[in-house]
C-alpha cells in the first residue's frame, strides 16, 4: 500500500424520511451473515474529478437508499423469535470512505483475480475493534472511493451477504451507477422474502446433502448471534490464490468431450466447465481414499424456480446450493458424460418443492452448507458486473477482494484479449500444476 491516504469518512443516510418497518429473513438470508467484499476497476482516465465523482456517489447513494431502505438499516433480533435475526429499516445509514493512494493501476497487473494489492481498497471499511460491536451497530454496507496516483478510480463495497445475493446486488450496482449520472432508477427493488419462509409445520420432502448437520459452535443461531467479521489470515490465503485460464477455444473442447459419445443431447458452458473442475481439483488434491464421497455446490438462482416466482426486483438471496456429489473412485475413472450429468442433474432437482425442502431443512436442523470433502464453485462472470456505467467511467472489471477457503470463482476472461473464462481457486504449488494439467487435456 503505497501512501494510502484518507481523505473523509461519512455516513449516507436516505436522503428523505422513510417509513420504520421491519424485514423478515429468510433461512436462506440467515445461513449467510458474512461481510463480502468485492472490488471494481474503470477504464481510465475517468470523466470527471474525485471531487465530482464523490459528489456524484454521495448523492446517488442519498436517492438509493430512499428505496434501499433495508441496506441503510441495521440487523436486530426479531419481535417474533428473539433467536432470528431481521432488519430494522431504521435509516441509520451507510459508511462511506474516500480514499488516494499512490499506487497506479498499471502496477497491479493482473486484475481479474484477488491479490494483497487490492487490500487498500478496502483498507478503510472496517470498524474499531469491530469484533466487538453489537450487531444491532453494525453497517450492513460500507463503500470506498479511492483515487489511484495516475488519477483513475476504484470502487470497492464490502456488505453483509444476508441483505442481496449476487443477483440482487448487481441490480443495486446498476441503479447506483444510473443515478449517479442523474438518469431514472433501473428497477425498484422488493425486499420482501415471505416468498422463502420456512412451511408450517415445516415438511423436509428430500435428503439434502448440500448442508452439514450442526455443530456445538457452528449452527445457523451461533451465527446469527455474532456476524463474522474478524479478517482470516490473509497473507497465506493470497499466496495459495491461482488463476487458470480457459479459452474459448479450451471451453469448447472441453463441451465437445463431453458431448462425444452421444450420451448426452447438450450441455452448457458452466456445466462441461463444473464437471471438469470437479474431476480436476479432486484427482489434484490426491484425495487417497476412494470410496470417500465427494461433494461440489453451485449456487443457482431460483427466483423463477419456485411458485408463485419472486417479484420483479426482488432484494434478498434466492440463491439455492445445487449440488453434484461422487466417490472419489466414481469421479476419477468415469467419463466426462457422466460428471456433466450429475451436474446438470444437480440443477434440475431444484423445483419448487425441492426449494421448500430445503428451507424446512434449515428450519427444523438450523444447518450450514455442507462441509466435508466438499467446495462451492461460484459462476461470478455471471453477474455481469461489467456492463455498468458510472458518471466516472464504465467498469473495467469485478473482482472479489480475496478467495475466501472452500470457494473457486469462474471469473470473466481478459476483454482486451478473446474472453474465455479465469478459474480462480485456492492450492498450493504442486497440487495447482496437476490441476492445471488435467484442465488442459482431454
Known sequence: MENLNLIEKIVVRPERATDRRRIFLSNIDLGLVVYQESVSFFDD??????????????????????????????????????????????????????????????????????KPDFRQFVAFLREENEEQIEIKDMPLLFIQLTQLGCGGLVFASRYNHCVLDGVAVREFQANMAALTRSKDMVIIPNPDRTLFKARNPPKTSHPHHEYSKPTDDHNLLTICRKINTVAPDQSSLYDLTRLVYLSP??????????????????????????????????????????????????????????????????????????????????????????????????????????????????????????????????????????????????????????????????????????????????LDDDHIKEFHRLMMEG
Open 249 to 426: 477455444h479450451r471451453i469448447a473442447d472441453i463441451k465437445k468431450a463431453a458431448l462425444r459419445d452421444g450420451k448426452l443431447r447438450n450441455c452448457t458452458t458452466f456445466q462441461a466447465v463444473a464437471a471438469k473442475i470437479w474431476k480436476a481439483r479432486s484427482i489434484a488434491v490426491e484425495m487417497e481414499e476412494n470410496e470417500r464421497i465427494s461433494t461440489m455446490l453451485f449456487p443457482v438462482d431460483c427466483r423463477k424456480r419456485v411458485v408463485p416466482p419472486a417479484a420483479i426486483g426482488f432484494a434478498g438471496n434466492a440463491l439455492i446450493p445445487g449440488f453434484a456429489r461422487a466417490s472419489v473412485r466414481e469421479i476419477k475413472e468415469a467419463e466426462d458424460y457422466v460428471l456433466v450429468r450429475k451436474v446438470q442433474e444437480g440443477l434440475d432437482r431444484l423445483d419448487d418443492e425441492y426449494v421448500r425442502s430445503s428451507i424446512d431443512w434449515l428450519e427444523v436442523n438450523k444447518g450450514m452448507l455442507c462441509r466435508e470433502n466438499c467446495f462451492s464453485l461460484v459462476a461470478w462472470w455471471r453477474l455481469g458486473l461489467e456492463e455498468d456505467e458510472f458518471v466516472w467511467g464504465k467498469v473495467k472489471c469485478s473482482t472479489p477482494v480475496m478467495l475466501k477457503p472452500g470457494l473457486v470463482y469462474l471469473l470473466p476472461g481478459p476483454k482486451d484479449d478473446e474472453g474465455g473464462l479465469n478459474i480462480c481457486l485456492e
Open 45 to 114: 482516465p475517468p470523466r470527471v474529478g474525485f471531487t465530482e465523482a464523490r459528489e456524484k456517489l454521495y448523492g446517488a447513494l442519498g436517492q438509493l437508499f430512499v428505496h434501499y431502505d433495508f441496506f441503510a438499516g441495521r440487523l436486530v433480533p426479531s419481535s417474533e423469535d428473539s433467536q432470528r435475526l431481521e432488519i430494522d429499516c431504521n435509516g441509520a445509514g451507510v459508511v462511506v470512505v474516500a480514499a488516494t493512494t499512490e499506487t497506479r493501476l498499471s502496477q497491479l497487473g493482473e486484475l481479474m483475480a484477488p
